[in-house]
């Protein structure tokens, strides 16, 4: 019989010198001795130095996908969980097992066969593989978080401060140190810039753990670092230390200062005028851009695409006062405004105790509809109606439930969903003449910008454009000027008729 092939797969987690120095080694020795013992053909040895908690192992990959090509027949590991502690890799190696793939595991700790049972106990090993590396992790970020709470740093420290492995605490490298205060202290005065505070670090040989010269990146990432200043920030919590500062919350202060002013972008700076890019030229239609002329300032078209443009220029004073009137064009007096928000609020009242009812009612023929079909099942249970009949009746049913939610939906979606916009208009409109006679520069331009579009000047005249359904009050002079009697039947506007009949526009106000 010819001897079984198998590959020897040693790993261990970390390739670091000091962890697990004989661990590859003696697993090596140990497995071929038992090969030895066992007669086992050894094709080849594999070995890898890297977790086995979340898949993506390239040696491991490669040696299945070797065995899919008949290289070997079997595995030869110090124990299951050197092979997977994570699911998607144990299931992969079971996978290969059932399909003939892997004919033979073995292990020096433990048995295994290629039967129902032996595949049962593998997912087992492979299970508390991972429970012990879903375990350990949670006791790690347990302790974190106890650290944490008691003020310790439960990381390695950065660079100036030194882990003290008998207290579990960390303190203030005594070389370093000093080093990490000098820079922040050059940099709290903004005349230095992160490249000179790099060169001054080299300068000071100050180097990173292992031993490489200090970056741009990580001089920033030290100066941005609360732990400085004795402030412990971990996953977005923040955690008052017990370690010594090295540098007072003060200078790091000042530090995050410089830093965030030098971060924003020097441009130019603009003035502050009130109606930059609101207006364009009437007569070639540029953008209408502000200067300031012997303390005035005076509105002007730009000419970038007809320099012959024959617009003059206009006082900004000139252009306000013209936008005053414009928006006191779109007022509502204050009564007539009070009146239609009455009315609305009084007529979404209603719409809501309308819609309750209706709502009530479908769906009560709803749950009529469900009797219904549930009576022309049990008939059908019965054998009292054919195959046919039943399915003809309850497609039927279906329909007309259908068509009841159909229904429902329409009210949900319209029950009072445009009382609260059409207030909101009344009630701005209300305010517009707030804002023509006492607002302020900023407030007239955001107002007039909101109600109205394609604002142009020509011949020093404002042009405007209502926008959607502000056009219904531009330019109303019943509105913006009668008298102020009180809303009645028998309040009549300049022009001989009943301003709410106006506002209706000869309709009601809520036509159905």
């Not at 400085?228 to 530090?255: M, N």
């Not at 208009?425 to 900023?442: D, M, N, R």
Request: charged letters at 30%; glycine letters at 8%; proline letters at 4%.
């Amino acid at each position: 019989m010819e001897p079984q092939r198998f590959f020897l797969y040693a790993r261990k987690s970390t390739d670091d010198a000091s962890h697990q120095v004989r661990s590859i080694d003696d697993q090596i020795a140990e497995l071929r001795d038992l090969a030895r013992a066992r007669g086992l053909v050894v094709v080849d040895t594999l070995i890898e130095k890297q977790t086995a908690k979340k898949p993506g192992r390239p040696v491991f990959n490669d040696m299945l996908a070797r065995l899919e090509r008949y290289e070997a027949s079997g595995i030869l590991a110090w124990h299951p969980d050197r092979l997977a502690r994570n699911a998607l890799d144990g299931g992969r190696v079971i996978h290969m097992v059932d399909m003939g793939v892997i004919k033979n595991l073995v292990f020096p700790t433990c048995p295994f066969d290629p039967t129902p049972t032996g595949k049962f106990m593998l997912s087992i090993m492979f299970g508390q593989s991972k429970y012990y590396v879903d375990n350990l992790g949670e006791n790690i970020r347990r302790g974190h978080r106890r650290k944490l709470a008691d003020g310790i740093w439960p990381a390695f420290t950065p660079i100036g401060y030194l882990n003290d492995r008998a207290t579990r605490t960390i303190g203030i490298d005594p070389v370093r140190g000093p080093m990490v205060q000098e820079l922040f202290r050059l940099y709290a005065t903004g005349l230095y810039t992160l490249d000179q505070l790099t060169q001054v670090a080299r300068t000071q040989n100050l180097l990173t753990r292992a031993g490489d010269p200090l970056s741009r990146t990580q001089i920033h990432k030290m100066l941005t670092n609360t732990l400085y200043c004795g402030i412990l920030k971990w996953k977005d919590e923040v955690h008052e230390g017990r370690h010594e500062p090295l540098v007072s919350a003060e200078l790091f202060d000042q530090v995050e200062h410089v830093i965030s002013g030098k971060s924003k972008p020097r441009g130019k700076r603009l003035k502050s005028y009130t109606y930059r890019g609101v207006f364009r030229c009437g007569e070639c239609g540029c953008f209408v851009t502000t200067e300031t002329q012997k303390g005035h300032n005076y509105l002007r078209c730009t000419k970038r695409v007809k320099r012959d443009c024959s617009q003059p220029y206009v006082r900004e004073e000139v252009v306000t006062l013209q936008v005053s009137d414009a928006i006191a064009s779109f007022a509502l007096p204050g009564d007539t405004a009070d009146w239609i928000v009455t009315e609305l609020q009084a007529e979404e009242r209603r719409g809501q105790v309308e819609a309750s009812t209706t709502i009530h009612e479908v769906q009560a023929a709803m749950h009529e509809v469900d009797g219904r079909v549930s009576r022309l099942t049990d008939a059908y249970l019965a054998k009292a109606l054919t195959i046919e009949e039943f399915q003809e009746g309850k497609a039927r049913l279906i329909a007309e439930k259908q068509s009841h939610k159909d229904r429902l939906a329409a009210v949900e979606a319209s029950r009072g969903n445009w009382f609260e916009p059409a207030i909101r208009f009344v009630l701005a409109s209300k305010q517009a003449a707030k804002y023509a006679s006492e607002g302020t520069e900023p407030e007239k331009r955001d107002f007039i910008k909101k109600v109205s579009s394609n604002l142009t000047i020509r011949d020093k005249r404002l042009e405007i454009e209502a926008r959607g359904a502000w056009k219904l009050v531009a330019n109303q002079g019943v509105f913006a000027h009668h008298d102020k009697t009180a809303p009645c039947s028998g309040a009549v506007s300049p022009h001989g008729e009943c301003r709410h009949d106006r506002k209706r526009r000869g309709g009601d106000s809520n036509p159905r």
